[in-house]
Every structure is written in structure tokens, then in C-alpha cells.
């Protein structure tokens, strides 16, 4: 009866030691492996890699949620924009390197191969349905089954492999093979890697090549399962255990057998490795280099990090480039509906300018801002779509001139980059100066003022004209006199002498007025610039007269102020050319350094003197002229003179 008693407060003690234990277990349960594949960078800043986690008895640990993990980029954290488990499947490599041990057999007859070949044959008959996996079988000295669709497959291939290996020397090399078919990455980064590597205890001298391959599997996330096939006397050997440290550094597992043990079943190797997670953030690098990566899981149980993978990444800003910028810009005056004049209008009044963005890292990433900078200073700005066209502004450039275009790109990423200059011509054509241009300016106050000065004059004249009447003298007919009686003395006449009429002061006052002189008609032209038109335009339908030349010297040009002969033209120059002749009465051309220059028979002129013959093609920029001289040269026609061998 006292038992009893005793044992209540053991068993009382009993669970409060399994309830102490119980954060311990699972603790120990959950010491977590984290591996993270290479990352993906094409969709720059989004990053996109894969990311494993198993725990301590190799399951893949499920259902983590994006706050559950942490990406560290170069040391700074930056949380998830996606995560989603996927279950793509694993790649696994069966790998046989058969020796003499294999062919041992047990009481019942079966080699210890062919022992192996039934556990595999069971774990493969309940596979059937693993699709997304990719399979294939190696044995040294016999042909490869690389990739095979099925489990069905792999069933077949095995069956085709030789049973006799008593004479089978263990080859180094079919490990090396299997490795690198499982590290293919062409079936997708996302898979799950394997290789159940069957063989004999390693000899001593394949224990430097066995350490090698560790290394390579861990660089391709290539797991290696081991099973040494061997008698118990060499479960502790070196090459066992060899081969057992390269499945521990590759995260696999060993297992040694000799006949009379239970293989494992393989799924437990594989099953763990068929899911992933995919990832997504967004990466806060804004320079090019070598960075490191890895993702830190934050579940409580569950904490770990994973081994850094390397992030190489090249980032430059966009760089924005000109598509065919103008090089010259004529601005044009322009009249308005009454024909006058006016500074403030001229044409045109805007230049679209187009650009190409590029991005030299081949991340194309969204704008944020383009600007375009004349001089330095802003012209236009895109702060929305379309980034790649402006529409620069001219009504302030009032002034010919040089000047020099830039535009700058700004990303989303805070890059940005500015073009290198572009240089436009830009020339305004001036107001026409002078007496008439002034008062086809002012016309009407300048009709006005010239009414009342020319009324004023009439008045003016007309006063003059009676003040300066001569009286009339009695006896012209123009006065009618009363009879005077004759015999009186008062009235008798005097005979005076006769003058003419004082016309002295009229020719004063009227020969200082000066009156509208009529132009004296100059003489023929000497020479004369004729324009040629291509027969098919529209200008050639009305063509203007030819320009003529009475002076020694003509200039030509688009400004009235400078030029002779004023062609408005826009590869015309404000002042462009100029034509003359010396005493030998020869003709020269010479070009004012103009930026479409000046051509002789299409020949340049090069800024210096060219002589110019009747009939000559002068092209002033692209507008074309026929020189003649007036009047035409006198052809020399050819003549026969007979010699005396002729008339003999």
C-alpha cells in the first residue's frame, strides 16, 4: 500500500522533467539548414533566386511566410517581395563503380549487387507518378542513361546493367561524371541535386580525387548519398571514411553494408530535396561589383542563415543620346496680315527635339525625370511620359548666335547621367533698317505727317505767290480806267521809261524748293547671276529674274543690312559671298566663310578668290546661279588654213 504513495510524487516529478525537456527537444529538432541558390539578376533591381530549408533530419521545413525571412545584401537587411514554395522536383544521378566486393553473396545466393538492385527496384516501383524529377544511371566501364523521363525508364536501364563484377576495378571517374550531371543547370536552377553513389570502400590512393569532388559538389549545390558496399571488417577504414566525410560536407548521408543489413529506403534522401522556396526583393545596390548574399529565416524554431552566394552585378545610369539634332536653325521674320514687320514675329517659334535612352547595364529601368539644358541652363523638362521628346522654346533668342544642347536622364534607381554637348546655329533674320523700312514701319503716321507738310507747303506757296504779285500796269487790258480831260495839265501824261517785272525774288524762293528729282536710267549691266531652278519643282514654273551687276563688286547674303543681292535662303549666310572684277575686267568669287560655303562648277572655293568665266555654275550654300557676262564673249570659230603639202 505504500507503493503507491512513493510513486505518485515520481511520476509527478517524471513529468516535470518531460515538460522541462520539451523546448530542449524541439530546439534540437529544429536545427535548421539553409541553402540559397545562385542569384538571378536579368530583372535588375527585382533580384529572384531559390532557397532551401531542411532540418536536422533532412525534411524540408514548410510553410514560411515572407516575414519569416530575411534577405542580407552586403550585410544590410531588406525584407521579401514575394516568396512562394514550389515543388519542381530533383535531379538525381545513380551512380554505380562496381568491384569484386559487390558479387559476394548471402545463403540464399544473392550477391550483394543484386540486394541493391531490390532496394532500389522497391523505391523506384513508388515513384511512378514524380514527373517533375529527371533521372539517369551511370556504371563505369558501360554506357550512360543521361535524363531519363521516367521512373519506368530508370526501372528498364537498370535491368540492362551487368550483374558479374568480380573482376570490376573501382574507377574514381564515374563520381566525377555523376557530379556534373547533376549540377547541369539547363533543367532549371530551382531543382533539387543528388547522387546516390554506390561503390566499394575508396583505396588510398582516390582519397585526394574523393576530397576534390567534395569541393565541386558543394560549388553546384550537388548533394552525394554514399553507399559503400564492403565487408564489415572495412566499415572503419580509411577510404570509408573518406567517402563518409564527403557525404557529411556535401550535406548527404553514408551507409555502409555488407549483406546482412536493412539499405535505407531512398526517398528519405530525395523527398526533402523536391521542394523550394522562390524569392523576390528588391536590392539596394546602385554600383557595380562583387557582393554577397545570403537569407537569414526569422521564424522562432527555425532560426538560421545561409551560406553567402556571390552577387555580381554591373549597374551605370541611363545615358541619354540626341536623335538627329538640328545643326542649323533660321528664324524668319514674318508679316502679318496687313504685310508689316514686326521683332515679334518670327518663325519658328519652337524645335521638337527627340532622344534615345539606353541603359548601358542592360537593366532598362523606369525614368523619373529628362531635362533639357541650353547653355546650362533648363530649357524643357519631362517629369512624366513621353520621356524622350521636348519641345524647346525660341521667342526669347532674339539674336543670332552658337549655342549648345544637353539633356540629362534620371531613373528610378536616383541615377542619372547628362549627354555630352550638342552644338546648333541658330540665325535670326533682322529688322530691315534704313529710311524706307522705317516708314514701311510707320506708314501710317508717316502718310500723315507727309498730308500736312505738303498742305503746309501749298499754303505756304500760295501766300508767297501774292506777295510777291507784280501790280499790273494801266493800259495791259486787265484795268479799266476813267476819261481824264486833256487840256488839263494835271492830267496830261508823263512820260516815263518802261522796266520789266521785278522777277528776281520769285526765283529766289523757288529755287529753293527741291523738287523730285527723275532717277537718271544707269547704264547696261556688266555682268549678271542668273537662278537655276531643277526643271521639276515648282519654282521653275515662276522663276525670278536674273540679278544684274553694275558695279565692280556685288555682295550676297540673307541680310538687306549687309548684302548686295539678298537671298532668303536658309543655307544662305547673313553676309555669304561677294563677286567682282579688276581692270583686266576678269571675274572672281570669294566666300565670306559661311558655313555652307561656296561652290565653283561644285568645286569648293575654300574662302579664297576663284575666277569665274561666262557660263560658269556658281552654288551659294545649295541655291544655284549661271554667271554670264554682258555682253557674251565672241567665239572663236575653228578655221581650216591650207598649207602647201595640202595643195600640192
Request: glycine share 6%; charged share 20%; proline share 9%.
Amino acid at each position: 500500500d505504500r507503493m503507491p504513495i512513493m510513486q505518485k510524487p515520481f511520476r509527478v516529478l517524471l513529468l516535470a522533467l518531460i515538460l522541462v525537456s520539451i523546448p530542449l527537444l524541439t530546439r534540437a529538432q529544429f536545427t535548421t539548414e539553409a541553402v540559397l541558390s545562385a542569384p538571378d539578376t536579368s530583372s535588375y533591381p527585382q533580384i529572384q533566386t531559390f532557397l532551401k530549408v531542411w532540418s536536422e533530419d533532412g525534411r524540408f521545413i514548410t510553410n514560411l511566410q515572407p516575414a519569416d525571412i530575411v534577405m542580407v545584401e552586403n550585410g544590410q537587411e531588406i525584407p521579401l517581395d514575394s516568396l512562394e514554395e514550389k515543388a519542381p522536383g530533383v535531379q538525381i544521378v545513380v551512380a554505380f563503380d562496381p568491384g569484386p566486393a559487390f558479387s559476394v553473396r548471402d545463403s540464399t545466393g544473392a550477391s550483394r549487387y543484386d540486394l541493391v538492385v531490390e532496394a532500389l527496384n522497391a523505391w523506384m516501383e513508388g515513384q511512378r507518378n514524380r514527373d517533375q524529377d529527371v533521372l539517369s544511371i551511370l556504371m563505369s566501364g558501360n554506357t550512360s542513361k543521361v535524363r531519363l523521363d521516367t521512373y519506368a525508364g530508370l526501372v528498364r536501364a537498370l535491368g540492362e546493367l551487368p550483374t558479374d563484377h568480380r573482376n570490376a576495378e573501382v574507377d574514381i571517374r564515374t563520381l566525377s561524371e555523376a557530379i556534373t550531371v547533376a549540377g547541369d543547370m539547363t533543367t532549371g536552377p530551382e531543382k533539387g541535386r543528388a547522387v546516390l553513389y554506390i561503390t566499394p570502400e575508396a583505396n588510398a590512393n582516390t582519397i585526394p580525387s574523393i576530397e576534390n569532388l567534395a569541393s565541386l559538389a558543394i560549388d553546384t549545390n550537388v548533394r552525394v548519398f554514399v553507399w559503400m558496399v564492403t565487408s564489415e571488417a572495412f566499415f572503419e577504414s580509411s577510404g570509408a571514411l573518406a567517402l563518409q566525410e564527403m557525404a557529411d560536407r556535401t550535406g548527404g548521408r553514408f551507409f555502409a553494408f555488407s549483406g546482412t543489413e536493412t539499405l535505407p529506403d531512398p526517398e528519405v534522401y530525395f523527398d526533402g530535396l523536391r521542394r523550394v522556396y522562390a524569392l523576390t526583393y528588391t536590392s539596394a545596390i546602385r554600383s557595380s561589383g562583387d557582393f554577397e548574399l545570403a537569407a537569414q529565416i526569422v521564424k522562432p524554431g527555425v532560426e538560421t542563415i545561409s551560406q553567402p552566394a556571390q552577387l555580381n552585378i554591373s549597374v551605370l545610369p541611363p545615358n541619354p543620346i540626341f536623335v538627329s539634332p538640328p545643326d542649323d536653325i533660321y528664324r524668319s521674320l514674318v508679316p502679318d496680315v496687313d504685310g508689316n514687320l514686326s521683332a515679334e514675329r518670327r518663325s519658328p517659334v519652337e524645335q521638337p527635339i527627340e532622344i534615345l535612352i539606353e541603359f548601358p547595364d542592360g537593366y532598362p529601368r523606369e525614368l523619373v525625370r529628362t531635362t533639357l539644358y541650353v547653355d546650362g541652363q533648363i530649357a524643357a523638362e519631362n517629369t512624366e511620359p513621353p520621356f524622350d521628346r521636348f519641345v524647346w522654346p525660341l521667342n526669347d533668342i532674339k539674336e543670332s548666335g552658337r549655342f549648345t544642347l544637353q539633356v540629362e536622364a534620371l531613373d528610378s534607381l536616383g541615377l542619372s547621367s547628362i549627354s555630352l554637348e550638342t552644338p546648333v546655329n541658330i540665325t535670326v533674320q533682322r529688322m530691315p533698317e534704313g529710311f524706307v523700312p522705317t516708314i514701311s514701319r510707320n506708314s501710317p503716321l508717316v502718310v500723315t505727317v507727309i498730308v500736312l507738310i505738303i498742305g503746309a507747303v501749298l499754303i505756304g506757296v500760295l501766300l508767297r505767290f501774292r506777295r510777291l504779285r507784280p501790280d499790273l500796269q494801266p493800259g495791259n487790258g486787265n484795268i479799266k480806267t476813267r476819261p481824264r480831260p486833256v487840256s488839263d495839265p494835271v492830267y496830261q501824261p508823263v512820260q516815263t521809261e518802261s522796266r520789266p517785272i521785278p522777277t528776281d525774288r520769285l526765283t529766289r524762293w523757288t529755287n529753293r524748293l527741291h523738287w523730285p528729282q527723275r532717277n537718271t536710267p544707269r547704264g547696261e549691266p556688266i555682268a549678271f547671276l542668273e537662278r537655276m531652278y531643277d526643271p521639276n519643282s515648282l519654282a521653275a514654273l515662276t522663276p525670278i529674274p536674273p540679278f544684274p551687276i553694275h558695279t565692280s563688286e556685288v555682295t550676297l547674303g540673307n541680310d538687306p543690312n549687309q548684302a548686295t543681292i539678298v537671298l532668303e535662303e536658309l543655307t544662305i549666310a547673313a553676309l555669304h559671298a561677294r563677286v567682282f572684277h579688276n581692270t583686266n575686267n576678269e571675274f572672281f568669287v570669294s566666300d565670306f566663310g559661311s558655313i555652307s560655303g561656296t561652290y565653283v562648277n561644285f568645286k569648293p572655293t575654300n574662302g579664297s578668290q576663284t575666277k569665274i568665266e561666262h557660263g560658269d555654275q556658281i552654288h551659294f550654300g545649295t541655291v544655284g546661279f549661271r554667271f554670264r557676262i554682258n555682253p557674251p564673249p565672241q567665239l572663236t570659230l575653228p578655221s581650216i588654213t591650207e598649207t602647201e603639202e595640202m595643195s600640192s
